[in-house]
């Protein structure tokens, strides 16, 4: 694991990536940025990925969750507070048995976000 630079493409989904980018979102190292373009939101997730380590940038347009928070009949409802955003290496580095056109290291994970109030 000390070679980062030069692991080889994998198609991983495996949950050590989502837990490891997560860990990137707590020390800040990863960041994401809320924007809105014509009242749509979207995300910008820009950091090192979990995996290779490479820098990578990706925009993300959530589409789900409004609506669903509802009146508060439920008092745990923290779920309509948080958005997930899947993604997907995009470091734009050639590694190793990467196919064609692709434009990281394979893996995918999720991050958790919390939508700001108001
Ligand atoms: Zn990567
Ligand atoms: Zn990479």
Redesign the pocket.
């Given at each position: 694991m000390s070679d980062e630079a030069g692991i080889s493409y994998s198609a991983t989904t495996d949950y050590h990536w989502t837990m490891r980018a997560f860990e990137l979102l707590t020390s800040a190292n990863l960041t994401v940025e809320r924007h809105e373009a014509g009242g749509a939101p979207y995300f910008v997730v820009t950091g090192p990925?979990?995996?290779?380590?490479?820098h990578?940038a990706d925009r993300q347009v959530t589409v789900a969750l409004t609506g669903l928070s509802g009146p508060s009949r439920g008092e745990s409802s923290d779920a309509a507070d948080v958005v997930f955003l899947d993604l997907t290496?995009s470091?734009g580095?050639a590694?190793q048995d990467a196919p064609r056109g692709a434009t990281?290291?394979?893996?995918s994970f999720r991050i958790g976000i919390e939508k700001a109030a108001g």
């Open positions: 990925c979990p995996r290779c380590g490479h990578f290496c470091c580095t590694h990281g290291c394979g893996v």
